[in-house]
């Protein structure tokens, strides 16, 4: 499956960024607004270390960088990855493919994990399994993961949207939503947040539960 979708990707690294941001409604309506979002949730500050998880072509790191963050981006993508070495020639790239071996080829952990439009790739429960494993093996102490993605408020509205949007709706992928994701989250252990950016795109701060010393 990751070989068909890699092909995909690199075929689509080189008018990316235009078919994010010069387009209206499903799946990309508030890209910029839910990269900001992102941004604003991960409270950057200078030094703070940051893994962007599916980089692409680098429109989160670039964001991050320019707020003083050190930022290391993975993805499985040679084009994407060529193109934020491009545009970001200091941001660390590390090829990898998320439903491959694990764990990742990075022994560090971060005081951010972020990512914007990539989990939408797997399922529920995968994407819990891989959020989880970030958590465990990736973020620092005190750490938290900001994760964007194309996503709707509740399973209803996500059953409303594909009735509307049935044309540009992709079978294979998974759009989050957040009442069934919360709940997965939850029951692995996971706080979270979320803020509804657009009607389709939304974001999610996830943080390990406190434990409980007492
Ligand atoms: C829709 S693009 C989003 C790119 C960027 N984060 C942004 O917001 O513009 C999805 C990115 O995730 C990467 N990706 C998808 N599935 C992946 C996987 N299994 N492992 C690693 N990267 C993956 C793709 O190569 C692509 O660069």
């Given at each position: 499956m990751s070989e068909k979708r890699t092909k995909l990707f690199d075929e689509w690294a080189e008018t990316y960024d235009d078919s994010v941001t010069k387009v209206s409604g499903f799946p990309f309506e508030g890209y910029d607004q839910v990269l900001e979002t992102i941004v604003r949730l991960t409270e950057p500050s200078a030094g703070m270390t940051v893994l962007d998880v599916g980089i692409g072509t680098g429109?989160?790191?670039?964001?991050?960088?320019?707020?003083?963050?050190?930022?290391?981006?993975m993805d499985f993508s040679t084009r994407m990855l060529a193109k934020a070495r491009e545009k970001l020639p200091?941001?660390?790239l590390i090829k990898a493919d998320l439903a491959g071996d694990w764990p990742i080829d990075v022994d560090l952990t971060f005081d951010r994990v972020v990512s914007a439009y990539v989990f939408h790739e797997f399922d529920c429960e995968t994407k819990v399994?891989?959020?989880?494993?970030?958590?465990?093996?990736?973020?620092?102490?005190?750490?938290?993961?900001?994760?964007?993605?194309?996503?709707?408020?509740s399973v209803?509205?996500?059953?409303?949207?594909?009735?509307?949007?049935e044309g540009a709706w992709d079978e294979d992928e998974h759009y989050w939503a957040a009442d069934r994701a919360i709940e997965a989250l939850g029951r692995s252990g996971l706080?979270?947040?979320?803020?509804?950016?657009?009607?389709?795109?939304g974001v999610y701060v996830i943080e390990p539960a406190p434990v409980d010393r007492g």
């Open positions: 429109n989160l790191a670039g964001r991050l960088t320019a707020a003083g963050c050190r930022v290391w981006g200091g941001v660390e399994g891989y959020l989880r494993r970030f958590a465990d093996q990736h973020l620092a102490e005190h750490g938290r993961l900001v994760i964007g993605d194309v996503s709707f408020r209803k509205a996500r059953r409303e949207a594909h009735r509307q949007w706080v979270v947040g979320y803020t509804q950016v657009s009607f389709c795109g």
